[in-house]
């Protein structure tokens, strides 16, 4: 099985930048989509990215598009979300997910899911 970690939350003011990690384990994610999602308080989770490394694009939410980027690393064993240009509205639990399916992940049903990391940002 595939375990997944995300950290790097943490407070920031608006404008500002936070890299999330997502470390997964028991697998390269070769086979996996790898999903970032967010839940913010009384709203329902949203899908923010999807990443597969046998696919030319990273998908992207509207709502991060051009501030958010997905990397990984060369081991592949963690994927990175870097967020620029943070608005309090980014504020939620950030979570990483992963799937051998692609329209799974997309579909918010992962099989393999982390624990997720606070982001909070002040304006």
């Known amino acids: 099985d595939v375990q997944l970690q995300a950290s790097g939350g943490g407070l920031v003011q608006a404008g500002g930048s936070l890299r999330l990690s997502c470390a997964v384990s028991g697998s390269t994610f070769d086979d996996y989509t790898i999903g970032w999602f967010r839940q913010a308080p009384g709203k329902e989770r949203e899908g923010i990215s999807c990443?597969?490394?046998?696919?030319?694009?990273?998908h992207y939410a509207d709502s991060v598009k051009g501030r958010f980027t997905v990397s990984i690393d060369n081991a592949k064993t963690t994927v990175y979300l870097q967020m620029r240009s943070l608005k309090p509205e980014d504020t939620a639990v950030y979570y990483c997910a992963a799937d051998p399916s692609l329209i799974t992940v997309v579909g918010g049903r992962s099989k393999y899911w982390g624990l997720g990391t606070q982001v909070t940002v002040s304006s």
């Open positions: 990443f597969n490394p046998n696919e030319p694009d990273t």
